[in-house]
T-cell receptor
Framework: KAGVTQTPRYLIKTRGQQVTLSCSPI?????VSWYQQTPGQGLQFLFE???????NKGNFPGRFSGRQFSNSRSEMNVSTLELGDSALYLC?????????????FGEGSRLTVL | AQTVTQSQPEMSVQEAETVTLSCTYD???????LFWYKQPPSRQMILVIR??????QNATENRFSVNFQKAAKSFSLKISDSQLGDTAMYFC????????FGTGTSLTVIP
């Protein structure tokens, strides 16, 4: 069974640009959540999608958005990039929502903003 | 609000020795789950162990065990017979309406 796949793995952008990250969950998983990981801050929750609906959203500005498609694949978008957006963005999938089951993580997309 | 605190940013342990990673949390929920996740260098994060709050018995997975003190809101991870492959970042996590993660403990196993 293929794991969670995130693309691209690495990308470099400049301030003011926008970026779109993609996540393909494990087959059969309907919940996809996104996290921002930075040194010293741990993982900060961005949002969760289940069956194409945003179920929950973290405390991030509106520049961060996401969506989920009917095949459960998810994308997140960050507009008007700032230097502080440099981070590892992790996607995780699970079979159900409710936050009781195991999260399966991708390897992440490392974004550098110059 | 739910919070997770890991007060040990870095730790090291000799191979074959035992090490304990600390985690404290705060939640107003009566039922919740606690997790330890492991993130090896440049590799994806994987689940180490899970504890359901309503279960008093401490969870165990091979060399990994937890000390769950519900009243003290403490959830420490003990790694026995440490191996080089245990070198990783370890995150404690708590569930609520989302997953709440601590800031992580970087563990290095020294040969």
């Amino acid at each position: 069974k293929a794991g969670v796949t995130q693309t691209p793995r690495y990308l470099i952008k400049t301030r003011g640009q926008q970026v779109t990250l993609s996540c393909s969950p494990i087959s059969g998983h309907r919940s996809v959540s996104w996290y921002q990981q930075t040194p010293g801050q741990g993982l900060q929750f961005l949002f969760e999608y289940f069956s194409e609906t945003q179920r929950n959203k973290g405390n991030f500005p509106g520049r961060f958005s996401g969506r989920q498609f009917s095949n459960s694949r998810s994308e997140m978008n960050v507009s008007t990039l700032e230097l502080g957006d440099s981070a590892l963005y992790l996607c995780a999938s699970s079979y159900t929502t409710g936050n009781t089951g195991e999260l399966f993580f991708g390897e992440g997309s490392r974004l550098t903003v110059l | 609000a739910q919070t997770v605190t890991q007060s040990q940013p870095e730790m090291s342990v000799q191979e074959a020795e035992t090490v304990t990673l600390s985690c404290t949390y705060d939640t107003s929920e009566s039922n919740y789950y606690l997790f330890w996740y492991k993130q090896p260098p440049s590799r994806q994060m994987i689940l180490v162990i899970r504890q359901e709050a309503y279960k008093q018995q401490n969870a165990t997975e091979n060399r990994f065990s937890v000390n769950f003190q519900k009243a003290a809101k403490s959830f420490s991870l003990k790694i026995s017979d440490s191996q080089l492959g245990d070198t990783a970042m370890y995150f404690c996590a708590l569930t609520g309406n989302q997953f709440y993660f601590g800031t992580g403990t970087s563990l290095t196993v020294i040969p």
